[in-house]
């Protein structure tokens, strides 16, 4: 049966003795089943590294080697299931290469532990793929940061000159064109920056983050007029993305665009998941629009906002809709996952701004 397996592996009793050794195994290692069957699992320390460490299977063996003393950068720990990243001096004739190593118990019909089965999946080839993307990528984000910069001072001249062009003419068709000009590059200096918001979208692990305090910090960094808000139920913390305040401050956006003045935002848990309710009284959305804006191109003016605010919930697999009543403002409703948020407690809550008018 070991030599149906994919991957190179060897299998041992529950006293660690090897039992078997598959032949992927014995091309990787350069050694026989028959040499190393009956042997102790330490001697796939030897074999491997040179000295006499326990084989990764030992975690998951009764009365075996401590946890503690498995040197081993552990990547999924389970009862009956372990999984590690381990350098292999042995691979390539001698240069050496990373393994996954993964292990699993064996059990007999009754489900007791008789043994365990540990195999080793070469993927140098795959982690250096990797590392050359990452180095490819942190090359682009130079140059996008370096461009972006060059850009802004092109722009910051122009419109320099643009206002200065505005105080010497006194047609106000010209005022007209220049003021214009103006604010077109302005909504460029917009777009340039929103590229620097935006470029860590993806790449950053989420984080847990404390609704109440999104809020506020999507209110304190409003460039334009923003609505009342106020704040109410349980206090939660979310896990997503690190652009969460700029979901807020779209939709605040949005509310002021369609001439909104108050805003009511609270929570509800039903079953497996919690519905954060955005609710304001701007212009209702009619139904025809209710998904088409959430478009890529739904709204050239107001730019990509609710398509990315979709984009950027979806990291941890929050979703976005709109329900409202067209007759009675929006309605926005913000669903989180089981697992993608916790409802905290009074001690928590401790310094935090939740239940006040914003």
């Known amino acids: 049966m070991i030599d149906q397996l994919p991957d190179p592996g060897f299998v041992v009793e529950r006293s660690g003795r090897i039992i078997g050794w598959n032949r992927r195994l014995e091309t990787l290692s350069g050694v026989s089943r028959d040499d190393m069957v009956g042997m102790d699992g330490t001697a796939c320390g030897i074999l491997f590294y040179g000295d006499e460490r326990p084989p990764l299977v030992d975690l998951i063996l009764p009365s075996r080697t401590p946890p503690d003393l498995i040197p081993y950068a552990i990547l999924e720990l389970d009862p009956g299931a372990v999984s590690a990243e381990v350098h292999l001096p042995c691979l390539r004739g001698g240069a050496g290469g990373l393994v996954l190593a993964k292990t699993a118990v064996v059990t007999d019909r009754s489900g007791a532990v ?29 140059a996008n940061r370096v461009v972006r910069h060059d850009i802004m001072n092109e722009l910051t001249i122009v419109l320099g000159y643009l206002n200065l062009a505005g105080e010497s003419v006194t047609d106000p068709e010209v005022q007209g064109d220049l003021a214009r000009a103006s604010l077109g590059a302005r909504q460029i200096q917009q777009l340039i920056e929103f590229t620097r918001e935006i470029r860590s979208h993806g790449t950053v692990l989420p984080s847990w983050q404390q609704l109440d305090k999104v809020v506020a910090a999507a209110l304190k960094n409003s460039t334009s007029c923003v609505p009342t808000v106020t704040v109410r139920g349980d206090a939660v913390r979310l896990l997503a993305d690190s652009l969460l305040v ?10 002021y665009q369609r001439g909104g003045n108050l805003v009511e935002l609270w929570t509800e848990e039903h079953g497996d998941h919690l519905c954060i309710i955005y609710t304001d009284d701007g212009d209702g959305i009619p139904e025809y629009e209710k998904e088409r804006i959430f478009g890529e191109n ?3 003016v107001r730019g990509y906002g609710l398509f990315l605010d979709r984009e950027i919930l979806a990291v941890t697999g929050i979703t976005l809709r709109e329900t409202g009543d067209p007759d009675r403002g929006a309605h926005f409703e913000i669903v989180v996952p089981a697992g993608a948020y916790r409802i905290l407690t ?3 809550v401790s310094g935090s701004d939740w239940v006040v008018d914003l």
């Open 246 to 255: 700029r979901v807020i401050s779209t939709l605040l956006t949005d509310t």
């Open 346 to 348: 009074g001690q928590e």
């Open 114 to 142: 008789i043994g365990g089965i540990e195999t080793l999946t070469d993927i140098s080839a795959q982690r250096s793929a990797i590392e050359r993307l990452l180095s490819a990528n942190a090359n682009l984000q130079q």
């Open 298 to 300: 739904f709204d050239k």
